[in-house]
Structures are given as C-alpha cells and as structure tokens.
Nanobody, 122 residues
Framework: QVQLVESGGGLVLAGGSLRLSCAAS????????MGWFRQAPGKEREFVVA????????YYADSVKGLFTISRDNAKNMVFLQMNSLKPEDTAVYYC???????????????WGQGTQVTVSS
C-alpha cells in the first residue's frame, strides 16, 4: 500500500509561482511512475506531468511545458511540482498519484493523494 500526501497549494496572483510537494510512504516506489494531475470544477481530471522514480525521466503536458517543473528526492520519498507563471486557467485541485506503468492516463494510476487546491486570481 502507498500513501500520498500533497501540500503547498494556495492562492496566488496570475504570474506568480507555487511549489507543490507530495510525500510518499508505504511500499517502495522505485519501480513506480509518479504523476501530477489536476481537476478544475466541472472538468475531467487532466494529466500535468509524470516522472520515473528510477532514472528520473519526465513527460509534460503541452499546456505546462516550460512553465512547470517536476522533481524528486529519492532519499526523502518526495516529489515536487514547481509551477511558474501561473494563469487563472491553472486553477484546480492538484493530485499526486503513483502508477506501476508509464502513463498519462489517470485510470492507470493506482494510488492517489487527497489533493491540494491551487487558485490563481487575475
């Protein structure tokens, strides 16, 4: 079993930055893929970015490429999402998730955090 806990959300002005954290505990995640997803009110859950624990390769959604950066700290079992130049359309609940396979589909992720709200005001 894996437990994921996100933190770092909040209210920020457009153009500002936030750094989300995801603390993982439970079974080893060395063979897992960690993903960030987001869901705005009335919209489907959307893939943001994924990273492999082993090797650290990443894949970004086009909408956040060059603006968001994912990183991990293997020793602390944490994943981070640095979000820069935020826009009102980035407003959503952001979720950290873990999958045993490389995927951008939320259906493939087995473990989820509770989510953290990010609100970007114009």
């Amino acid at each position: 079993q894996v437990q994921l806990v996100e933190s770092g959300g909040g209210l920020v002005l457009a153009g500002g930055s936030l750094r989300l954290s995801c603390a993982a505990s439970g079974r080893t995640l060395s063979n897992y893929v960690m993903g960030w997803f987001r869901q705005a009110p009335g919209k489907e859950r959307e893939f943001v970015v994924a990273i492999r624990w082993r090797g650290g390769s990443t894949y970004y959604a086009d909408s956040v490429k060059g603006l968001f950066t994912i990183s991990r700290d293997n020793a602390k079992n944490m994943v981070f999402l640095q979000m820069n130049s935020l826009k009102p359309e980035d407003t959503a609940v952001y979720y950290c998730a873990a999958s045993p396979r490389w995927s951008t589909r939320w259906h493939d992720y087995d473990y989820w955090g509770q989510g953290t709200q990010v609100t970007v005001s114009s």
